[in-house]
């Protein structure tokens, strides 16, 4: 291990037969010169952890939930990681009694002095305004990349106002605190446009711009993005990307002061935008829509969040485009039909389409997604689609279809699952959400176990049918690559799930599931049983309060501390002898069956 170059360490559960999580980790951290790049989830780690987590030799330091450390983490960091090019830390301090002070920041902005990319999801804006800029000036020349999970907006300003001066003209080009800062991602209380026009003149070499607010109260005018702001973005030319979004998370609020005016005065500046996200825009019509399709002719990525006025006219003529789509991501767009729909799958390159919570859509919408040969992700949750309309999807699931998300489709059944697999010998889905369908049952989950598929994540959460069976068919199943023990499920989310008693909890255990890294379940119930199943297997993130699961980006670590068994189970002998049976023995038949091995 000592000549690795690389750790990631994903899951904050660790082995019981230690009596400490540090006791763990050391026998794998060494010191070991070759180590360039180490990844942790420090869920159940503390300052005591600092001096085994940092190596002079690292280029690039990823620690996620660092809730328990206090910002002496951050000035560790900037003493120890001189070579660092790449920081991630989220949720430092978080923990109660914890604090970071300004001087930690300092220490770290002024010790890593090589520093490209930079990740702070964490609240920031609780330091004073004039002592963040003085520090901020001593961040990393090379710093290309920076990304703040909360600070004020006016700290923002005020940051990146500072070499402007008062006679300075609208368009005079000023050098940056950060000259080559290319991609900024801010998570703010108000996006504004005294915000908006600083970081525009402000950041001389920007082509990536990602702003996210969400307010606890109406903002004010002062307060608040208007068409005035919206003319003031790419006023250098350079933004490629730009991500605009007012998140519903406290209030339902929308940006109301900007309308397709504001719309039309940007595009004339973005003609070159390659992506752009807008999320809240109440006011802007399809008129404002359209002429971001028919402007921006290098625009391969369009999200739209909370589109209240956004209809099929949008896409009518969208031919006379450039038809360069590849990822449109339409989401409370409670105004779009299956026409809209029709139009977008003329964008032959589309490769991932969001459409939830778009409830007018119906199965026609389904027979023209089913002719987009590209298409690698789909997401459905919440339209008005039937068993018969899925029949559609058959052709992209053997070609190209990787992730399909069907959750709150109320009319689906168990029937789905037969229209989706019945027949096929082999597919590239890999990612399947079943939840939340009041008619899905364990019949529909022992069909997809028949199919033998290796789907690597499964979300059932909210099926109330759905119950021990699934469990123990899904624990038993075989696939067809390498025919080895157990299933090929990395995610399981059985999150309320109505059936699910004791007995689940035993085929949850080893020697089931070997590959499994996440897990769903409801802690409420079997409280006991949920805390030992944790503990005995510490590389499983077991999430009980109804959180949505998923392998952050960074975890790629599919054949870490594996095991594979041989041992052929009864089930599983009598799940797969099944399939000699007589055609025409229904589903039902088998649940019955299934029952009696309980």
Not at 5 to 24: D, R
Not at 131 to 159: D, P, Q
Not at 329 to 348: E, F, I, Q
Not at 541 to 560: I, P, R
């Amino acid at each position: 291990m000592q000549d690795l170059p690389f750790l990631c360490f994903p899951n904050s559960q660790f082995s019981p037969h230690f009596s400490s999580p540090l006791e763990f980790l050391r026998p794998l951290l060494p010191p070991n010169p070759f180590l360039i790049s180490l990844k942790v989830d420090c869920g159940q780690l503390d300052d005591s952890a600092i001096q085994l987590l940092l190596k002079p030799s690292l280029h690039e330091l990823c620690l996620h939930n660092c809730a328990d450390f206090s910002g002496k983490l951050l000035s560790e960091i900037g003493g120890c990681c001189k070579d660092l090019r790449s920081l991630y830390l989220s949720s430092v301090a978080e923990k109660r009694g914890r604090a970071i002070h300004i001087e930690d920041l300092e220490e770290l902005l002024s010790g890593c002095t090589q520093l490209e990319a930079l990740t702070l999801m964490f609240d920031v804006s609780f330091f004073l305004r004039q002592n963040f800029a003085r520090v901020w000036a001593m961040a990393s020349e090379k710093l290309s990349s920076l990304e703040i999970g909360c600070i004020y907006s006016v700290t923002v300003t005020e940051l990146l106002s500072q070499n402007l001066g008062a006679g300075n003209s609208m368009n005079r080009i000023v050098p940056s605190m950060w000259p080559n800062i290319e991609k900024l991602c801010l998570s703010v209380d108000y996006i504004t446009d005294a915000m908006v026009g600083a970081i525009s003149k402000g950041l001389i070499s920007l082509t990536h711009l990602e702003l996210q607010d969400a307010p606890i109260i109406e903002p004010r005018f002062s307060f608040d993005l208007t068409n005035v702001g919206l003319q003031q973005i790419n006023q250098l030319s350079k933004l490629r990307h730009l991500s605009l979004v007012r998140s519903q998370e406290f209030l339902v609020t929308y940006f109301r002061r900007v309308n397709d005016l504001g719309i039309l005065l940007m595009a004339d500046g973005c003609a070159d935008l390659e992506s752009i996200c807008l999320g809240g825009f109440c006011r802007v019509t399809d008129t404002g829509f359209r002429t971001i399709l028919h402007t921006f002719s290098n625009l391969n990525k369009l999200r739209v969040f909370h589109g209240i006025q956004l209809t099929h006219l949008v896409f009518h003529d969208i031919s006379a485009t450039s038809l360069s789509l590849k990822h449109v991501s339409l989401r409370w767009c409670s105004l779009l039909t299956n026409d809209a729909v029709k139009n977008l799958s003329l964008n032959k390159d589309l490769s991932y389409l969001d459409l939830r919570d778009c409830r007018s859509l119906r199965d026609e919408a389904l027979r023209a997604i089913g002719t987009i040969p590209k298409l690698k992700t789909l997401l459905l949750d919440g339209s008005d689609i039937s068993d018969a309309g899925l029949s559609h999807l058959r052709p992209l699931i053997m070609s190209s279809l990787v992730s399909l998300s069907v959750r709150g489709c109320k009319k689906l059944t168990d029937k789905s699952i037969t229209v989706l697999f019945d027949g096929l010998s082999k597919i590239e889905l890999h990612v399947l959400d079943l939840s939340n369908l009041p008619y899905l049952s364990d019949a529909a989950i022992l069909q997809l176990t028949r199919s033998k598929f290796a789907i690597s994540e499964l979300r059932l959460r909210q099926c109330p049918l759905i119950g021990d069976v699934s469990v123990m068919a899904l624990a038993s199943m075989q696939v067809n690559e390498d025919q080895r023990h157990g299933s090929s499920l990395r995610l399981l989310d059985l999150y309320n799930c109505g059936g699910l008693t004791q007995l689940s909890f035993k085929w949850l255990k080893n020697p089931y599931f070997p590959r499994m890294r996440w897990l769903g379940v409801t802690g409420s119930l079997h409280r006991d049983l949920v805390d030992a199943l944790a503990r005995s297997r510490p590389f499983l993130h077991v999430a009980c309060h109804g959180e949505e699961l998923g392998a952050d980006h960074w975890d790629s670590s599919d054949s870490f501390y594996m095991h594979h068994y041989d041992e052929v189970d009864e089930f599983e002998q009598w799940l797969f002898d099944g399939e000699d049976d007589d055609d025409d023995d229904d589903i039902a038949d088998d649940e019955n069956d299934a029952e009696l091995l309980l």
